[in-house]
């Protein structure tokens, strides 16, 4: 193959082009699985960062080639890096309409980390928490929905006498944010971080992430489905 062969003849795997990105990230842009394979078999780095801190995964899944998004996710890519926007892998597939690529992340084992990012979307001064769940349900509810299904967890079969389903309301009711993260009025905030405990009890240090009511009950999950 002739990449193998630029390979043996010496070509530079992290070489960079005058926007900064290296081969990988053109062959993730254009969905060359094999390529993309390839160049992390010979040394390439999977998470090189461009002017703009694109990844080969950003590219992958604002692009809509699954199969190279679940290459890079199988090999350790970072699911929830994010770009100069403050976007990750599953807002760029949310944005650009990319069903397969959304439902290849949040099957991924670190979905979590995706699904943590926080967005502020709007006008400045009249800006909004956004996440990832929140545009699923708008875009892509199909995708939404599978979201749901794994933050629930059956215990036994229904005629078992310990027979149980745990719910996760991590995601669908993300009211409160840490100590470190700002408001609505405040900067963004690029990951919700964990509010509860181990024993299910908000931590000392969380907020609601704005202090208007109505538009937390407006902006809630659940209120948008």
Known sequence: MAVKDLITAGANVLARNNIEWTPLDCAAANGWAITVGILLDHGSQID????????????????GHV?????????????????????????LAIENNHKEVAYAIVADKNYKDALRNVTMEGVIGAQIRDTPLRKLIRR?????VAVLNRCTRTDEQPEHDNYSIRFNYEFIDDTYVA?????????????????FNDNGKL???????????????????????
Do not use: F
């Open 48 to 63: 090189p960062c461009d002017k703009r801190r694109t990844t080969p995964l950003h590219l992958a899944s604002s692009h």
């Open 67 to 91: 199969n190279v998004v679940k290459l890079l996710l199988k090999r350790g890519a970072a699911i929830g890096s994010v770009d100069y926007q403050g976007r990750n892998c599953l807002d």
């Open 140 to 144: 892509l509810p199909d995708v939404a």
């Open 179 to 195: 100590g470190g993260d700002k408001d609505d009025d405040g900067s963004p905030s690029k990951q919700s971080g964990k509010v």
């Open 203 to 225: 931590k000392d240090n969380t907020h609601p992430y704005s202090t208007n009511p109505d538009l937390i009950i407006e902006n809630h999950p659940i209120q948008m489905m």
